[in-house]
């Protein structure tokens, strides 16, 4: 077993803390990749304090990684040592379902191995997440990273970057559609970026007039304070697309309203409470309220060609990781443009 560091929650109630870990040793088709940078996601709140439940601990967050290749198993062909590397949300998958068949692995039905707060393919094995020294990770769950962009920047591609790409290429959505993108955070900011860069009119859906500028800045062609009765009635029956990134309770009928007939509102967001959804928000209009999950491996490594093609990364602000309990706390209250990342190298 490998010796390593990170910060851990020993429960659901301790604040992060330093602690020590083993990895699993690099077999054949691994990489160990010493960890630069790993982006700070509003999930990884809600799973160190168990709000989704299920939670395993000690628990070592973090699922958007880049690093550089250290080691490397025998078997290896994609990478070789020095090489840049990316890990998403997920270090593993069945590779046997038709999902996995068709690059869909973060829907794997036979059971996904996530990048923290869950277990290898042997159902046994804990895994821990990138606010750590190093990963161990199969070769196949690596991705390659470009040279051309500021890494800091390019960590929360791995998470909040494809969560956000893969709907609006899923649902082909570009120029001639209308998309209201809910909520400038995180995600929100990449949605932004990703809509405006393939040719959509895109407004930005906030209670927060502050953000207004900000959203403009980053590609939005118009801004709708949703707390003004006038300008929610501007854009009622609007919308061909919502992207809806919101992880807080909110009222989905009133954004079910902005849309269009056989308009469409996509969840990228998990509040950790059940919605209460009106039957007529949906009728009224042929509507549908759906979700996407990240994206798979192929659509990943897509993703991040077509960043460093079009010189596309997150706004972040970078952390020394003993700072990583109070920068949850000022997640919670919207006080950050747009992701903190963790220098790694502070651990």
């Not at 870990?21 to 160190?48: K, M, P, T, W």
């Not at 997920?90 to 999902?99: A, L, P, R």
């Not at 899923?170 to 900011?189: D, F, M, T």
């Amino acid at each position: 077993m490998i010796e390593t560091k990170g910060y851990a929650a020993q429960d659901a109630k301790t604040a992060l803390a330093p602690w020590s870990f083993q990895r699993r040793e690099v077999e054949a088709d691994d990489v160990q990749i010493n960890i630069l940078y790993c982006g700070v996601c509003h999930s990884d709140l809600h799973q160190i304090r168990n709000e989704w439940g299920g939670s395993l601990f000690p628990m070592v967050p973090g699922h958007e990684i880049i690093g550089r290749v250290s080691k490397i198993g025998n078997k290896v062909k994609k990478f070789k040592v020095g090489d840049l590397a990316g890990v998403g949300c997920m270090v593993d998958s069945c590779g046997e379902c038709d999902n996995c068949h068709h690059g869909l692995e973060q829907y794997c039905t036979g059971g996904i191995s996530f990048t923290y707060n869950g277990l290898e393919q042997d159902k046994k094995t804990r895994t821990y997440g990138g606010y750590s020294k190093l990963v161990v990770v199969k070769e196949d769950f690596a991705l390659h990273v470009s040279e051309k962009l500021p890494l800091k920047a390019v960590a929360p591609l791995l998470c909040a970057g494809i969560t956000t790409y893969s709907p609006l290429k899923h649902w082909k959505i570009g120029k001639g559609h209308k998309v209201g993108i809910l909520g400038l955070g995180g995600l929100g900011h990449m949605a932004v970026k990703f809509a405006a860069s393939f040719g959509a009119e895109v407004t930005m859906l906030s209670t927060s007039k502050s953000k207004e500028a900000d959203a403009k800045k980053l590609g939005a062609h118009k801004f709708i304070l949703t707390t003004n009765e006038a300008s929610i009635k501007s854009v009622t029956g609007y919308f061909d697309f919502i992207i809806d990134t919101v992880s807080a309770p909110h009222n989905y009928n009133l954004y079910l309203s902005l849309l269009k007939t056989d308009g469409i509102q996509i969840c990228v967001g998990a509040p950790p409470t059940p919605a209460q959804i009106l039957g007529f928000s949906l009728l009224s209009g042929r509507k549908s309220l759906a979700g996407s999950s990240i994206g798979g491996l192929p659509e990943t490594q897509e993703m991040l060609d077509y960043c460093a093609e079009h010189n596309i990364t997150s706004d972040v602000e970078i952390i020394n990781i003993k700072d990583i309990n109070s920068a949850y706390e000022r997640m919670l209250k919207g006080d950050v443009h747009y992701r903190f990342v963790i220098d790694m190298s502070t651990l």
